[in-house]
């Protein structure tokens, strides 16, 4: 389970803090109290509209895929799990501010692991390869 700590990107949580920290736990359904261990955190330099866990890595015995999250400034993050769970090396392993605007959506293509949509702001649509970050595909001309 993801969860970011405060509110909604852009706005305030009740101690007036706009600080962002992605928190990764652990649900054990069997456990009657319903106790969520906290097995995970990471203070991140961005808000988030979205987050997304995907499979991507997974065939490295290191890895518990990636999660990427989508910013309040057009910002994509992707992290590495096992990274952060470990807390070993620097978990962000890729970034990129190709949106104008809050990105909104994000979803993987369920048949290639690598592939990643996301969408914000005036009809942005990107299609993502995570093998390459830096230069992501269009589906067509912007529509309104």
Do not use: C
Not at 57 to 76: F, K, T
Not at 95 to 102: C, F, I, R, W
Not at 103 to 129: C, H, K, M, T
Request: charged residues 20%; negative net charge.
């Amino acid at each position: 389970m993801v969860e970011e700590q405060r509110t909604s990107a852009q706005q305030l949580d009740a101690s007036f803090s706009t600080n962002a920290t992605l928190e990764i736990f652990e649900v054990d359904f069997r456990d009657p109290s319903l106790d969520m261990k906290q097995k995970g955190t990471l203070p991140a330099s961005n808000r988030f509209h979205k987050l997304i866990w995907g499979n991507f890595g997974n065939g490295s015995p290191e890895s518990s895929g990636v999660i990427v999250g989508g910013g309040d400034n057009g910002v994509l993050t992707m992290y590495s799990v096992h990274r952060i769970l470990t807390s070993k090396s620097e978990p962000v392993i890729g970034q990129t501010e190709k949106h104008s605007g809050p990105v909104r959506a994000l979803d993987f293509n369920p048949f290639q692991s690598n592939l990643l949509a996301s969408g914000a702001n005036d009809s942005e649509i990107f299609i993502w390869d995570l093998n390459n970050f830096s230069v992501p595909m269009t589906p067509g001309a912007k529509s309104q």
